[in-house]
Antibody, heavy 126, light 109 residues
Framework: EVQLVESGGGLVQPGGSLRLSCAAS????????MTWVRQAPGKGLEWVAN????????YYANSVKGRFTISRDNAKKSLFLHMNSLRAEDTGVYYC???????????????????WGLGTTVTVSS | DIQLTQSPSSLSASVGDRVTITCRAS??????LNWYQQKPGEAPRLLVY???NLESGVPSRFSGSGSGTDFSLAISSLQPEDFATYFC???????????FGPGTKVEIK
């Protein structure tokens, strides 16, 4: 069974740092792009960052660019999100997700988050 | 940046009803659109990718359609387990952007 398990969330003061981890099992981790998505309390989903299979490409939402860093360790089947200069608006549940990509039967490119963890909660407050 | 809007923001429906949710993009995004379902306290679940491709294991009462700027997710006969919030998401790789729509909450009438 494919499984993603996040950890590392908690309460942190504004301006502080936190490192989230995501442990993968049941999949060939190095074959997939991986993604972090967050959800503020009572709000919608927000894509945060994603990273290519070999870690060579990384992309970030404008809201976290320069403050967050996504990384991965394929040997340990783990994904990370290093978060610095945290703000109250970074509060929420952070989900790790696997991304599948390719071409459909009608030759349309697709990229979608098909496996999700249960999330870890980050609270930024003094 | 490409903006997504969803309508309605919420709806009330009965078991057995046909339900349609729409997602509109501010620019042409071809078929680069996914749909997710999220129930309270749970992680999102992928339903449809590339506008019209049903994810494995998703019931056939769900279907996606559209291209360009207008998309829809239909549920042919609403079941009790379908009461949830539905999000569309566009995929854009240059520059990378994976924006979600604001969501549509489907509630029991």
């Amino acid at each position: 069974e494919v499984q993603l398990v996040e950890s590392g969330g908690g309460l942190v003061q504004p301006g502080g740092s936190l490192r989230l981890s995501c442990a993968a099992s049941g999949l060939t981790f190095s074959n997939y792009w991986m993604t972090w998505v967050r959800q503020a309390p009572g709000k919608g989903l927000e894509w945060v960052a994603n990273i290519k299979e070999d870690g060579s490409d990384k992309y970030y939402a404008n809201s976290v660019k320069g403050r967050f860093t996504i990384s991965r360790d394929n040997a340990k089947k783990s994904l990370f999100l290093h978060m610095n200069s945290l703000r109250a608006e970074d509060t929420g549940v952070y989900y790790c997700a696997r991304a599948k990509s390719g071409y459909s039967n009608s030759n349309v490119y697709y990229y979608a988050m098909d496996v999700w963890g249960l999330g870890t909660t980050v609270t930024v407050s003094s | 940046d490409i903006q997504l809007t969803q309508s309605p923001s919420s709806l009330s429906a009965s078991v057995g009803d046909r339900v349609t949710i729409t997602c509109r993009a501010s620019l042409n995004i071809r078929s680069y659109l996914n749909w997710y379902q999220q129930k309270p306290g749970e992680a999102p679940r992928l339903l449809v990718y590339a506008a019209s491709n049903l994810e494995s294991g998703v019931p056939s009462r769900f279907s996606g359609s559209g291209s360009g700027t207008d998309f829809s997710l239909a549920i042919s006969s609403l079941q009790p387990e379908d009461f949830a919030t539905y999000f569309c998401q566009h995929i854009y790789t240059s520059p990378a952007s994976f924006t979600f729509g604001p969501g549509t909450k489907v509630e029991i009438k």
